[in-house]
C-alpha cells in the first residue's frame, strides 16, 4: 500500500460514518414530510437536499457521509422498480440526473469539506444492468457497448463458488446485472483511469465499492492504488475467513461477520450466548483479519433488515447501538437509525427520511448522538483508541465487558428483564484512583490501587455500560 493509501486509511479510522441512499433522504428545496416514503420507484431526494441537511448530521455527531452510486442508471420501470438506488449503472460516464448535476455533486462534496467531514462515495464494478429477458441493446452501455466486454448471459447458482461468482450474473430475468469481464487488461485501464479522474473530479475521500467477491481479485489492487482514497469492499459473507482473504487485496471490508454476530446475540432467537459472541466476533475474527481496528462496522445498511423488525426490545437495541459505537472498527450508521425506523426487507429498510421530520429531540437521535459525542472525545484524549484492539475484562453467558483506551463497556443480551450483578478487574496506576461515569445514568465508579482492582457493576433491566474516565466525558 503506497504511503498516500496509508494516510487516506488513517484519516478514516476516527471517523464515525452515516451512509445516504440519495433519493431517500431530502429534497433540494424544502422539507415535503407527507411526500411518499417508501416503494420501489425514484422518490425526489438529491444531492442539493444532502448539502442541505448537513447540520442534521453533524448535529447527530457524524464526522462523514457515504453516498449511494452516483452514476447514470437504467430509466426502466421494472418488476422491481426503477434504479433509485443507484445499482444498475448505464453510463459510467455520466451522473444520475435524478439526483442533480455534476456542479451540484461537486458543490456537495466541496460544503461536506468546509465542515471538516469526509465524503466517501459507492461505486459498482461488477456490472451494468438489463431490464427484462429479451434482448441487449449493448450500444446504450458506455462505454462498454459490445456483447464481448460481458460475461456470457449465465446467473450466479452457487454464491460460495469464486468462479461462479467472478463470472456468473446477478440478478435474473427481471432484471439482470451484465457481468462486466474485469479481468481483461483493457477493462482494468478504463477502470483505472476512470476512478483517478472521478476522485480528482469531485474529489472524494473514500470508496465504499459494491459486491466486491463478484470482480476476480487481481482486479482490485491497482484500482485502489489509482484512486489513490480510502477504500471498503462489500465481502457479503459472514465467515471471516472469506472476508479476510480479499483483505490481502484492499485496505478493509463492511464487517459482514460482526454484523451476522451481532443479528445472533442480540436480534435473533435463540439467542447465541455471549461467551460464543466472543468466541465468533472477536477472537475468531482477529485470527483471520488482519487488523479489525479498519473494518466498517454496521447494524443496519440498505440490504439487511433493520434489527427493529427482528426485536421489539429497547434494551437489546441498544445494546446493538453501543457495539456498533464501541467495538473495534469504524462505526456507520445507516440513515433512519436515529429514528428508530422499523423496515424489513428491501425495500421497507429503504424508507425516505423525511417521513421523521428529520427530528433531532428523537430519543434515538440524542442516545446516539451522546454516544458517537463519547466516542469522539475519547478519540481526542487518547489517539491510540482506533488502533487499540479492546480487551476482555469479563465474559459469561449474559454479559461481555471489554476496555478500550479511556473507557470500559458492558454488552448485555438478557434482554429488557433480566438484573446482573458482578466484579470487573480493571488496572489502576499506584497511588491513584481511576474514576468512571457511566455516561447514561452519570453514577460514578471508582477503582483504587489493590489486588486485584474492580468496580462491581449490576446490569439492570439488561442495558448496557459506557463507562468513561472522568477527564474524557465531552463538556
Known sequence: ??????????????????????????????????????????????????ARKLDYIQDLGCTAIWISPIVKNIEDVTGYGQGYHGYWAQDLLDVNPHFGTKQDLIDLVQQVHDRNMLCMVDIVVNH????????????????????????????VQNYDDTIDCE???????????LDIRTEEPRVQAFFQDWIRDLVQTYHFDGLRIDTVKHVHREFYPPFIEASKVFTFGEVFHGDPRYVGDYLQYMPSSINYPLYYQIRKAFAQLPRISM????????????AYIPDTTILGNFIENHDVPRILS?????????????ALMYLDGIPIVFQGQEQMFVGGDDPENRNALWSSHYDTTHFMFSVLSKMIHVRQSLIRKFPEFC????????????????????CIVCLCNGGSNSVFKFPVTVSVEQGSVARFMDIWTEEIFEAAPSSPSTLNLIVDAGLPKVLVHLSSIPR
Open 1 to 50: 500500500m503506497s504511503s498516500t493509501l496509508q494516510q487516506s486509511t488513517q484519516r478514516w479510522k476516527p471517523q464515525c460514518i452515516y451512509q445516504i441512499l440519495t433519493d431517500r433522504f431530502a429534497f433540494s428545496d424544502e422539507d415535503h414530510p407527507k411526500a411518499p416514503s417508501t416503494g420501489r420507484m425514484y422518490l425526489g431526494g438529491t444531492w442539493r437536499g444532502i
Open 128 to 155: 451494468m444492468a438489463h431490464a427484462g429477458s429479451g434482448e441487449i441493446d449493448y450500444s446504450k452501455y458506455r462505454p462498454f457497448k459490445s456483447e464481448a466486454d460481458y460475461h456470457p448471459r449465465r446467473y
Open 167 to 177: 463470472t456468473g450474473w446477478l440478478g435474473d430475468d427481471t432484471v439482470g446485472l
Open 275 to 286: 461467551k460464543e459472541f466472543y468466541d465468533k466476533a472477536v477472537l475468531e475474527a482477529r
Open 310 to 322: 427482528m426485536t421489539s426490545d429497547s434494551s437489546l437495541l441498544l445494546n446493538t447501538l453501543v
Open 387 to 406: 488502533n487499540t484492539l479492546s480487551r476482555c475484562l469479563y465474559l459469561d453467558n449474559h454479559n461481555y465487558v471489554f476496555e478500550r483506551p479511556g
